[in-house]
């Protein structure tokens, strides 16, 4: 049901579920018996991929090696570096698209990345504004770092060290 809430709100209550989880040994698996994925392409309603986050993070029961704080409109990709020598963090500022059309997007300020490195990082540096970024280690082995502003893109660099 979509619209607004006095046109769809329920009335009765389902006994279909929502979600359906069964554990197995060491493994776990979920399913909506619904299209989740259809809604989401259709309404792009945060909640829907809030849902399908939470049902992951829940089933599975991990603590995510990176977690970042921003806008929905921020994309965000993490990688390893071939050789080992770095990860890396992208971020993608959609917030200039509307439709098929995009704008400049409007700039993103104070993103949070917090990162539980595969090894000791040496240095982090912002690599389109051509900036070192000041960090400490905390006792858990995550990193934590504050990206100043976001315009279109940006990628910190994670340097190990040797």
């Given at each position: ?52 986050m939470g ?94 502003q976001l ?12």
């Open positions: 049901m979509f619209g607004p809430p006095e046109k769809c709100y329920y009335r009765s209550v389902s006994d279909h579920p929502a979600l359906l989880v069964k554990k197995h040994g060491r493994g776990a698996v979920a399913c909506f018996p619904w299209d989740i994925g259809s809604h989401y392409a259709q309404q792009c309603h945060q909640g829907h991929a809030s849902l399908v049902a992951i993070d829940s089933v599975l029961g991990l603590d995510r090696r990176l977690r970042v704080t921003t806008s929905p409109l921020v994309e965000v990709t993490h990688r390893l570096g071939q050789d080992g020598r770095f990860e890396w963090v992208a971020l993608f500022n959609h917030s200039g698209q509307q439709g098929k059309a995009l704008h400049h997007p409007i700039p993103i300020r104070d993103i949070a990345i917090d990162l539980k490195p595969q090894k000791q990082v040496k240095a982090v540096r912002l690599l389109r504004a051509g900036s070192t970024l000041t960090f400490s280690p905390r006792q858990d082995g995550r990193v934590s770092i504050t990206v100043p315009d279109h893109y940006e990628i910190a660099l994670f340097e190990y060290a040797e």
